[in-house]
């Protein structure tokens, strides 16, 4: 029997992170052996053995960790956001000086919310029409919701590959907005709702026909099992990865 | 047994005409005696012995038909758009002095469209969040959607019935206006698909639960056991009726 | 300023009473004044000076446990099942020796429950077929649920007021049970889903046209604005109660 | 500008064959040189030069039909059902004989049903929980439908790719079947309504999240796109092809 992967959480006091936390400690095949939050030094990470680092902080921490972990050895799993090009271009440097080391940066991780955005890029080659419904609880501060903005970019590669043109709409008068946002071309709505937390339609038509692909995330654990998968992967995928599908097999 | 009753369908040319004659003409109890396009006289109708007429002509037209069907004791079931006070208020002041005869005049004929503005206004009362999405053909020029208006109202006089404040949202940054219209404080979303013809869906959101409407006109004869209903039930409803729901059993 | 009503908890271990407890500690207008566990005597309720008791113990408890409040004058909001024609009788005999005393029995405390059921009944007079989809977590011991089968009685009564005959249904050959349990000639089919909670869809079909009822709940505090409900409003409507839509603003 | 591909097809004065009359005569790519009914010879087809037939006729027909296209050198998509191991091992018989002729039997040329069922495939690797509901018409003979048997076995091949064990389902009691068809250790439930056509509703569940892939058929005409992708791409697929995810790019 192999030894458990050590992995350390950080960002480990905010929602996201004690929810990796219980993740990690509830495996059998991985063992947490740091938990560190925004006032711990990282060399308490060393100091644990840690071969796998998850990072749930904030957009101005989350860089230094990362390169930090190349540096010292350590694979990465980041869930945090503010990744730019210039960001992931340091990471990719750093890369090249430590070939065996590998980062993931995954803008989502449930499963289901990747599963989406892959199948919509490939039916977006078959259908006229396409828009995007996203929903989440009212406290959200953002919309639309980056999960979305990445499904409409996808759509908008499936068109592109299938030579499809623009989406049809004849709407001339629409004093209010009611026809949402246009990202990529694509029309994205975004609704807002207690008791919700995060939930993304996405809608094809064609004449006589529909097809919908829907993802609901009812609870925070609906992320657990895509940072598990990139835990567990992060280690035979060297160099930097963006995007949990990267790791699945969609074909 | 009782004579058919007998109807005469104006704007029989148009989509929604057609359908209507066809509907009339199938029905045992009712009989079609004229089919009036927009070169007829009105002295057909007279001629034909019309009991009711079933106007779904132009908004320039509609206000004349239904002068004109009081004034010879005929009763107007109508499915025109273009009606404001001032039209309501010379056909409330000709049927004053025409005191049997009964007119409707109904803004949707779907029977669920109807259904789902009454619910909306009833569970409005008891939740926190509400949003509309409204959805049709990408040929639709106007965004709303005349019933997502309607609807927002309903649910605009629940709350208020309710004593509920507004309806809680804490975006801060929406560059591209993706939360859609706000309509008498609701939300509402329109979404234009090939494929769908009229479709709307009212969501409902309090801590840990969700309550959705929803209703789906898949084709135009949807619409006509509405305007079938308002045919037979027109005459025992004297004076000026909004709205096919005060025809209807909703208690 | 009025002072708070008192409340007393039932079955207080259990995963709906300890929600009940945080509701009702959690209300202005309520104290909770005693959590009462299967080990512990009702005399802590009576000592409490309780004014209104929720039940939320287990079948073979409740009608006990509601006798006995009527007889210390307590109002009862009960929320256990297990109740027949014969128990609910005792209640209605021992609340005519005590008239000024209200019980409230309901088989279900989402109030989004209770609308579904309130508005399939009204639905139902206007469409021709009626099925219904009850959705709930894989640990589920019964199917179908409760309510699904409340609300497949309340489509019967609707289809019996309109006076409309058999769902149509042409099947011939269904070797497998696909078309799943006909509960008052209303078909009703169960998913056992991981993730879900407990969720009902109510979908009526005419020629042309569709209307969805669908109700979500995705946590057991949704329970809680109808048990709180309950609690104020059972010492305004003495004797029994069957629903909480009974207390409810449906017209 | 090459010239139109010659179409016959048989079973023309069927609803699929008048639709795909339509279609073929719609297409400016496509000739229609031949409508075939029952009691008409399949010299006609020979005489009217056709490249390509489309087969929609009964499934007593079918194979005599593909048998004689093969011997004469015309390709054949065919949307006839009741093929079977021996009626299409006699197909492949004969394309040994004629290597440069296409074959495509396809159960469903619903695009969007075809999607459905390879993403059902993909998705069902990730998820604990699956079942299917398929939505018809009230006049289908027969339950569950074809496309849904073959999604169920689509998710039995994913779950086993996957190395999953059984749905988890708790069900002690349900006495009246609303648990629905067990297929391929997948749980089918068949509603049947009216206004509906053709529905097919895939839901994946997973502690704290749901996937919902969902494909409606509101038309008939809904399924001519598919049969053309079928008619311009059978004489680029040698031999016999089952699916028209055969002829996709589903990567």
Redesign the interface.
């Known amino acids: 029997m192999t030894s458990p992967l050590r992995v350390a959480v950080l960002g480990a006091s905010g929602r996201m992170g004690r929810a990796a936390c219980a993740a990690v400690d509830d495996a059998d095949d991985l063992e947490l052996v740091a938990r560190i939050g925004s006032s711990d030094s990282l060399d308490q990470v060393a100091d644990a053995g840690a071969q796998v680092i998850v990072d749930l902080t904030v957009p101005s921490a989350t860089q230094g960790n990362v390169l930090w972990a190349i540096e010292h050895g350590i694979h990465a799993v980041v869930g945090t956001t503010g990744w730019d090009d210039e960001s992931r271009g340091a990471v990719r440097s750093a890369l090249e000086k430590n070939p065996g080391i590998g980062v993931l940066i995954a803008p989502n991780f449930?499963?289901?919310a990747v599963?989406?955005m892959r199948?919509a890029e490939?039916?977006a080659?078959?259908?006229?029409?396409a828009?995007i419904?996203?929903?989440h609880h009212?406290?959200?501060?953002?919309?639309?919701s980056g999960t979305?903005q990445h499904t409409a970019a996808a759509i908008a590669r499936g068109r592109a590959d299938a030579g499809l043109g623009p989406?049809?709409?004849?709407?001339?008068?629409?004093?209010?907005?009611?026809?949402?946002?246009?990202?990529e071309g694509v029309?994205?709505?975004?609704?807002?709702?207690?008791?919700?937390l995060a939930h993304e339609v996405v809608?094809?038509?064609?004449?006589?026909?529909?097809?919908?692909?829907?993802?609901?995330?009812?609870?925070?654990?609906?992320f657990?099992?895509g940072v598990l998968l990139g835990v567990r992967e992060v280690a035979s995928h060297p160099g930097l990865t963006i995007g949990l599908d990267g790791y699945?097999?969609?074909?």
Do not use: C, N, W
């Not at 009212?138 to 639309?144: E, H, N």
């Not at 029309?187 to 919700?196: D, N």
């Not at 529909?210 to 609901?216: A, C, E, T, V």
């Open positions: 449930a499963i289901g599963l989406t199948f490939i039916a080659r078959y259908y006229e029409s828009e419904i996203e929903m009212p406290d959200k501060l953002d919309a639309p979305a989406i049809p709409d004849a709407t001339e008068k629409d004093p209010d907005g009611a026809r949402g946002a246009l990202v029309r994205v709505h975004a609704v807002r709702q207690r008791g919700l809608q094809f038509g064609g004449t006589g026909e529909q097809l919908i692909l829907r993802h609901d995330s009812f609870d925070r654990v609906s657990m099992p699945m097999d969609l074909g």
